[in-house]
């Protein structure tokens, strides 16, 4: 469906859209219907690479961040950009036995 691009993690819209993170990049792209590719998020908010979107649906998204405690949270536009996104959901992980 799109060529030049390198996906690590992807998720499908209910509209069929493609969102997809490329961690090279730090980026989240986008694919539409067409097969035409775009960048709908490029690390403003977040200081490091995020590493998957969950599936989006409807109207919010979230994107896991993979160099921090923080998934983010954020609308989709009418276009499939992702705007407005805030740290949302702080991740823990147990501390090691030993």
């Not at 109207?59 to 921090?68: E, F, I, L």
């Not at 609308?75 to 702080?90: H, K, M, T, V, W």
Request: hydrophobic share 35%.
């Amino acid at each position: 469906m799109a060529q030049n691009v390198e996906a690590t993690d992807l998720a499908i819209s209910a509209k069929g859209a493609i969102y997809f993170t490329d961690a090279t990049r730090k980026t989240v792209g986008y694919v539409d219907g067409n097969g035409q590719t775009r960048v709908v998020y490029s690390g403003g908010e977040s200081r490091s690479r995020p590493a998957s979107p969950s599936h989006p649906i409807r109207r919010c998204s979230v994107v896991t961040d993979a160099q921090s405690r923080f998934s983010w949270s954020f609308q989709i536009a009418a276009d499939g950009s992702l705007l407005n996104g805030e740290p949302f959901y702080r991740l823990e992980m147990p501390e090691p036995d030993g």
